[in-house]
Nanobody, 124 residues
Framework: QVQLVESGGGLVQAGGSLRLSCAASGRSFRSTAMGWFRQAPGKAREFVTTISFSGGRTYYADSVKGRFTISRDNAKNTVYLQMNSLKPEDTAVYYC?????????????????WGQGTQVTVSS
């Protein structure tokens, strides 16, 4: 089992920045691929970014490429999402997810554990 707790969400103006954190406990974090997804009101949850177990591989949705950066600190069992140049369309609940596998994954079905989510609101 893996428990995931997100933090760092909040209200920010367009053009601003936020850094989300996801603290993991339970299964060895070092052998767990991680991802971030988001769900806007009235929309399906969508993939944002993913990072491999070692941090050596990352992948981003086109909508956030160049603005968001995923990273991980395996010593702290934490994955981060640095979000810059935020837009109103980035408003959503952001979810951290963990996979029992090691690579980079874009589909919800490839993840085994989910956090409770943290709200990000970007005002125009």
């Amino acid at each position: 089992q893996v428990q995931l707790v997100e933090s760092g969400g909040g209200l920010v103006q367009a053009g601003g920045s936020l850094r989300l954190s996801c603290a993991a406990s339970g299964r060895s974090f070092r052998s767990t691929a991680m991802g971030w997804f988001r769900q806007a009101p009235g929309k399906a949850r969508e993939f944002v970014t993913t990072i491999s177990f070692s941090g050596g591989r990352t992948y981003y949705a086109d909508s956030v490429k160049g603005r968001f950066t995923i990273s991980r600190d395996n010593a702290k069992n934490t994955v981060y999402l640095q979000m810059n140049s935020l837009k109103p369309e980035d408003t959503a609940v952001y979810y951290c997810a963990a996979s029992r596998n090691l690579g980079v994954y874009t589909r919800e079905s490839q993840y085994d554990y989910w956090g409770q989510g943290t709200q990000v609101t970007v005002s125009s």
